[in-house]
């Protein structure tokens, strides 16, 4: 949101007694340029804000934060209590000790050049196919979305690229409805570099095959790459 957009808001929550929630759960993950401002610094007692360490540590354990006005901290711990009880107490004191000796900034820096260096190597792995599908949404966060360009079946590339022995999901999957954009979403920091280009250089040939097939056609049998 543009500055005067934020600024309307915040406005808009100080007016009403309205609370705003900030989810900013991928927001260590930007690789292009400086994280984003957050809200919560132009109205602490209005915007209540949330993280997650699913994205730094593991989604396994369960475990966000948030950073709220003292008298909504309270009700939300209880609220929480009530609905799914604490986080373990081992899992708390051991993330104590990573936050107070520093390990969880030094974690998170490193991870920021690994998945930095990852989404470079999918850039390259996909630049041979990029008049057929555009990468988008690859400054921040773990995954990137692959718009494929009119004529170009989202569905088709699934179902190829499982062939291929590459697993990837359709847009599709993330609506409710039918008007969508065409496309795939892909999350890369859960496999290694090598397995990472590999199956980025698969899918690539696989677009490149589905694209030269032309729009309408079935696709034919092929032997697996
Ligand atoms: C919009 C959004 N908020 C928050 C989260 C984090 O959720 P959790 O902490 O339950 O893993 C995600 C996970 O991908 C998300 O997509």
Same mark, same amino acid.
């Given at each position: ?35 984003? #401002? ?15 360490? &699913? ?41 104590? @000790?990573?936050?107070? &000796?520093?390990?969880?900034?030094? @974690? ?58 590459? &697993? ?46 032309? #729009?309408?056609?079935?696709?034919? #049998?092929?032997?697996?790459?």
């Amino acid at each position: 949101m543009s500055v005067g957009r934020r600024l309307d808001l915040v406005a808009w929550a100080r007016r009403e007694g309205a609370f705003v929630l900030e989810d900013d759960y991928d927001s260590e993950y930007r690789f292009d340029g400086p994280p984003l #401002p957050t809200l919560t610094g132009l109205d602490p007692e209005r915007v209540i804000y949330l993280g997650t360490l &699913s994205k730094t540590l593991t989604p396994a354990i369960r475990c966000g934060y948030l950073v709220a006005p003292r008298e909504v901290a309270l009700r939300i711990t209880k609220l929480k209590e009530l609905c799914d009880g604490p986080l373990s107490w081992p899992v708390q004191q051991t993330l104590l @000790h990573l936050i107070e &000796s520093g390990g969880l900034e030094r @974690h998170v820096r490193r991870t920021r050049q690994r998945y930095a260096d990852a989404r470079a190597s999918l850039r390259t792995a996909l630049a041979p196919v990029e008049n057929a599908v555009a990468l988008t949404g690859i400054d921040g966060g773990l995954h990137v979305v692959l718009r494929a360009r009119a004529g170009l079946s989202a569905e088709q590339i699934v179902e190829r690229a499982g062939v291929n022995g590459v &697993s990837v999901t359709s847009l599709a999957a993330f609506y409710a409805g039918t008007d969508r954009l065409e496309g795939l979403l892909l999350g890369y920091a859960g496999m290694s570099e090598d397995e990472l280009v590999e199956a980025a250089e698969i899918l690539a040939r696989t677009i490149r095959d589905l694209d030269e097939l032309g #729009p309408s056609q079935e696709t034919a #049998p092929r032997d697996a790459y």
